[in-house]
């Protein structure tokens, strides 16, 4: 009994560090997705899973006999590769850990059920890369590959978590407290801001607004709310650099202001109905300090003409905001079975993952 008891521990850190790689390769999957679209490289290749029929970028000729009517941009093609590559090396990743995981399927409290849905979602995230290219640049699924990649860093999150508690010696069992409508407001209030940032980037509205925060120097500028946020307009030909007029666009910049207006207000009253709950603080100042950090970062991209460093930290931000988001909603919901140390223990396993 004590040998099996080893082995499971031992799978089960090994499933803890692979879920903890997770969650950095799908942080940089995410980055190198942002990365593309902020250089327009989001159709540097026509086709899907290869580039000009290939597997990795082909010279000139081959690329011209392939797609005459799409000239090949060299730069362009390798970025847009190195995102797919980086993309199925997530894949492989959520295969190992449904494999490592099948043994402990029946073990009490093991999460088979998100490693499966993990990799569901992968593969579900793989056919809107495709969609992404084949619809050229269509803004509904953009949005939702951006969803998908926050989703998939998250999962890998909550599973590396459930295996770290399953893990420790002489952890007590008990059952989660249930999330509070406020808790689930917040939730749904990030979800939606991160829908909206991800709708004003596929619609390169992020200069739709000069200055701040003001919009074109009126706090309520002339907006077209309904054209902005059309969401069942015909598909294509070409959504590269958008296709909507300005007042449109304006309503998506404010729109993504307000959104963030709201999550913040809801974190202050997270943060102020928590305030004596012991151990809560870290982790509520955790994730106000990274929805300041977000607005700071959305004004400098708006005041500094959207540079491509900032607007990649822009994303990082969005993606910081997710964990920090995620780790207070499992604090609130183990409690005191959560050891006090778990900041830094997290930081530590961070730091050499």
Same mark, same amino acid.
């Given at each position: %009994? ?79 590769? %190195?995102? !797919? ?13 449904? %494999?490592?995981?099948?043994?402990? !399927? ?19 995230? +793989? ?8 619809? !050229?640049?269509?803004? *509904? ?32 069992? *008990? ?19 991160? +829908? ?26 002339? %907006?077209?709310? +309904? ?70 970062? +959305? ?48 930081? !530590? ?5």
């Amino acid at each position: %009994m004590h040998m099996r008891d080893r082995q499971y521990r031992a799978r089960l850190n090994g499933l803890r560090w692979l879920s903890l790689l997770g969650v950095l390769l799908a942080a940089l999957v995410v980055l190198a997705g942002a990365w593309t679209r902020l250089v327009d490289a989001g159709l540097g290749c026509p086709d899907w899973p290869g580039c000009y029929g290939q597997w990795v970028v082909p010279d000139q000729g081959r690329a011209l006999a392939h797609s005459p009517d799409v000239p090949l941009d060299v730069s362009k093609a390798w970025m847009e590769m %190195m995102h !797919r590559y980086l993309a199925s090396s997530l894949g492989l990743l959520a295969i190992a850990v449904v %494999m490592l995981g099948r043994r402990l !399927r029946h073990h009490e409290g093991y999460p088979w059920r998100l490693s499966l849905g993990l990799l569901m979602l992968i593969l579900v995230q +793989g056919a809107f890369g495709a969609f992404t290219v084949t619809l !050229r640049l269509w803004p *509904q699924v953009v949005t939702l590959h951006l969803l998908g990649g926050m989703a998939v860093m998250g999962s890998f999150l909550w599973l590396y978590l459930r295996c770290r508690r399953l893990a420790m010696p002489g952890m007590p069992r *008990q059952r989660p407290r249930r999330l509070t409508p406020l808790w689930g407001l917040a939730l749904g209030l990030l979800v939606l801001q991160l +829908g909206l940032g991800g709708w004003t980037s596929s619609n390169y509205a992020g200069l739709a607004c000069q200055g701040f925060p003001t919009c074109n120097a009126q706090w309520w500028p002339s %907006m077209d709310w +309904g054209e902005g946020f059309h969401l069942t307009q015909t598909v294509g030909p070409n959504y590269l650099h958008g296709q909507l007029h300005g007042e449109a666009r304006s309503a998506i910049q404010v729109g993504h202001r307000l959104g963030g207006v709201a999550l913040f207000l809801c974190l202050l009253g997270l943060g102020l109905r928590h305030r004596r709950d012991r151990g809560m603080s870290v982790w509520l100042g955790a994730m106000g300090g990274a929805c300041l950090l977000q607005a700071a970062l +959305g004004a400098a991209n708006v005041l500094f003409w959207l540079p491509l460093w900032l607007a990649l930290l822009h994303t990082a931000g969005a993606a910081v905001l997710v964990v920090a988001t995620l780790l207070a909603v499992w604090h609130w919901r183990w409690g005191q079975a959560v050891p006090r140390s778990s900041p830094s223990v997290m930081a !530590r396993e961070l730091m050499h993952a």
